[in-house]
Nanobody
Framework: QVQLVESGGGLVQAGGSLRLSCAAS????????VGWFRQAPGKQREFVAA????????KYADSVKGRFTISRDSAKNTVYVQMNSLKPEDTALYYC?????????????????WGQGSQVTVSS
């Protein structure tokens, strides 16, 4: 099993910044992808960003491109997403997730392990 713990969420004004962290522990794989997703009340869970752990390649949703940056710290087994220029529509519960392999998928169903989520609220 893989355990994922998110942190760093909170309340911020529009235009502000937050950094979310996803600390991973437990079983490891030779290749895997870590993704961030979000879910607002009444909406489906949607892809935000992902990073391939071994190669470092990244992918972003169009809605966050240029504002969010995903990165990893191998020594800490942690993935971060730096969120700048936040908008009220970014308000959601943010989850990190892990899928095995190299391919960066955007569908939540393709991810095997999930954290509990961290709330991000952006006020206007």
């Amino acid at each position: 099993q893989v355990q994922l713990v998110e942190s760093g969420g909170g309340l911020v004004q529009a235009g502000g910044s937050l950094r979310l962290s996803c600390a991973a522990s437990g079983r490891t794989f030779s290749s895997y992808v870590v993704g961030w997703f979000r879910q607002a009340p009444g909406k489906q869970r949607e892809f935000v960003a992902a990073i391939s752990w071994s190669g470092g390649s990244t992918k972003y949703a169009d809605s966050v491109k240029g504002r969010f940056t995903i990165s990893r710290d191998s020594a800490k087994n942690t993935v971060y997403v730096q969120m700048n220029s936040l908008k009220p529509e970014d308000t959601a519960l943010y989850y990190c997730a892990v899928r095995r392999g190299f391919a960066i998928g955007q569908a939540p169903a393709g991810y095997d392990y999930w954290g509990q989520g961290s709330q991000v609220t952006v006020s206007s």
